[in-house]
């Protein structure tokens, strides 16, 4: 025979033993609490549900079989409509809107605070980077450096270059990869005499030279250094259209342009980024005609 025993407490402290007795052949059933019988059934053989109150709660226990094993389970019925659980659902329901309006203010008070610390540290952010501009500004030298000579090594080049700082000339040395140098570049030449903008910090003697902003005078020297081959490659134009075409170039693609009008005689496969092909297209796309249109057709 089956024995079971479960211990509950009232909401009062109350302390009480439900017990059961079950026959899985005979079928008897007896449901006890402490040294009372609440409950006596027969031919018990199947799954039931059997019910009884203790002070204000439902008590349910439940019987259950599966493959010929019985199983049994105590529980207090919280959901059926009974005086106490109406009592608890009201309970409830009011401790959770009270704790959803803890939560909600709560929620409130911290975006609150977040949102407060978040705009103090930007604050202090941009505080410091604009006091950092500000010393950096009083300790650096906007200058026109002049490239003195160009050396390679490996990836790399060292640009030997000399510049003013107010009257005193400066002589310094950079290294820059040959990605930044195609890239500002776009592999047009740079020789003796080409003048860059840079950057001198004072307040620790290091320069910055600048490859991608060419002074007015080296973007000249650029345009003429396309026009002589655009010469060598178109001989049959006149010169003033001939100069025309690389302004063109220059007014549409800027220094990549530049550099499709000078490596015009080279492969794609001797240089991939500027060379026959790329020239073509530029010069016979439609901005270039509109360009060539505008600017070196008579009017």
């Known amino acids: 025979m089956a024995q079971y025993r479960w211990s509950y407490t009232s909401l009062q402290g109350k302390r009480y033993i439900v017990g059961l007795f079950h026959g899985p052949k005979t079928g008897h059933l007896m449901i006890y609490v402490n040294s009372k019988i609440v409950q006596i059934d027969f031919k018990v053989f199947e799954e039931k549900v059997y019910s009884f109150f203790l002070e204000e709660d439902l008590c349910e226990i439940t019987i259950k079989k599966d493959n010929g094993s019985y199983g049994y389970d105590f529980q207090i019925n919280k959901e059926v409509d009974t005086p106490l659980n109406r009592k608890r659902k009201a309970f409830n329901k009011v401790n959770r809107n009270r704790i959803i309006t803890m939560f909600v203010g709560l929620g409130v008070f911290l975006a609150v605070i977040i949102t407060f610390g978040i705009s103090q540290k930007r604050?202090?952010?941009?505080?410091?980077e604009r006091y950092l501009q500000e010393m950096l500004a009083k300790k650096t030298v906007s200058a026109t450096?002049?490239?003195?000579?160009?050396?390679?090594?490996?990836?790399?080049?060292?640009?030997?270059?000399?510049?003013?700082?107010?009257?005193?000339?400066?002589?310094?040395?950079?290294?820059?990869?040959?990605?930044?140098?195609?890239?500002?570049?776009?592999?047009?030449p740079v020789l003796k005499g080409d003048e860059f903008m840079m950057t001198y910090y004072t307040y620790n003697d290091s320069t910055s030279l600048k490859l991608?902003?060419?002074?007015?005078?080296?973007?000249?020297?650029?345009?003429?250094?396309?026009?002589?081959?655009?010469?060598?490659?178109?001989?049959?134009?006149?010169?003033?259209?001939?100069?025309?075409?690389?302004?063109?170039?220059?007014?549409?693609?800027?220094?990549?342009?530049?550099?499709?009008?000078?490596?015009?005689?080279?492969?794609?496969?001797?240089?991939?980024?500027?060379?026959?092909?790329?020239?073509?297209?530029?010069?016979?796309?439609?901005?270039?005609?509109?360009?060539?249109?505008?600017?070196?057709?008579?009017?």
């Not at 604050?123 to 410091?128: S, V, Y």
């Not at 510049?163 to 047009?188: N, P, W």
């Open 145 to 188: 450096a002049t490239i003195d000579s160009v050396k390679w090594s490996g990836d790399q080049a060292s640009f030997y270059f000399k510049f003013y700082e107010g009257d005193i000339q400066r002589a310094r040395i950079e290294l820059i990869d040959k990605a930044a140098v195609d890239l500002y570049t776009q592999g047009l």
């Open 123 to 128: 604050k202090k952010e941009r505080e410091k």
């Open 212 to 299: 991608n902003e060419p002074t007015n005078l080296q973007l000249a020297n650029f345009m003429y250094r396309a026009f002589e081959q655009e010469q060598k490659s178109q001989s049959h134009l006149s010169e003033e259209e001939l100069r025309c075409r690389v302004k063109c170039a220059f007014r549409v693609s800027g220094i990549s342009g530049l550099a499709d009008v000078y490596f015009q005689a080279e492969t794609r496969e001797s240089n991939p980024w500027h060379n026959r092909l790329t020239y073509n297209k530029l010069v016979r796309d439609i901005p270039f005609q509109e360009a060539f249109n505008e600017y070196c057709l008579p009017q």
